[in-house]
């Protein structure tokens, strides 16, 4: 969303007021926030080019109560599109390789239950997250080891499929845009190869996040998969 330079606290009413404009809700009904990617100048005006996040308050209500139950105290509330961001928003070693975040335009491909997560990061800045039907719960997946087979090939595939599809479009908005690398993470990317069968098939280099600068899991207290907990960890960061 872009919209003109205001103070911050009349920054959020007019929020309210356009996103009436681009989804059917009622904002009285949602929890609202903003971040600002960036400032703007859109002929002699200053403008803010903004992420804007809506959650109904029934489901984050439902988010308060769980963690109450747990016997714990709220504190924050948080997108992983935005825990993920901030993960990776400066130059960083993964896998024991430094990438150039701030210089490159790099897609976080999250593969869960039910869905796919997509966030492409561009120097260092979340531009573009989308959710994607799918996921791996046609696999029917138990507590047992992760195989591939014929019919995990298949989905893989046709994840790919859909992936391509949002690379297309983020690419086509602005000329010169790529896609410089792609990571994958969440329980999806414990499928084997499944990184090879992305690079084969997107023509973009494809890695699983294994491990990460600064951060240290104590491995020996519990079955630690870095591509599954990375979201947790992330979220971990507040600012």
Partial sequence: ????????????????????????????????DFKIIEQIRVGEIEKYKLNVAALSKEEGQLYHDLVHELGKEPFAL????????KLFDSDRSINGTVREIEKKTIAYIDIGYSNIKLHIIEKGVLKFTRNIDGGMKPLQVDNSKIVESDHSIELIKKWIGSLEQMFKFYTSRETERKIDHVFLLGGGALIPNIDQ???????????????????????????????VYLNAIASLIRR
Wanted: charged letters at 25%; aromatic letters at 8%; one cysteine or more.
């Fill in 78 to 85: 948080d997108l992983t599109s935005n825990s993920i961001s």
């Fill in 197 to 227: 069968h992305f690079s084969d098939n997107m023509g973009v280099s494809v890695e699983i996040i294994q491990e990460i600068e600064n951060l240290e899991l104590q491995k020996e207290s519990f079955d630690c998969s870095v591509p």
């Fill in 1 to 32: 969303m872009i919209l003109p330079k205001v103070d911050q606290d009349k920054l959020k009413g007019i929020i309210s007021f356009e996103l009436q404009e681009f989804l059917p809700i009622d904002p009285k009904m949602y929890i609202i």
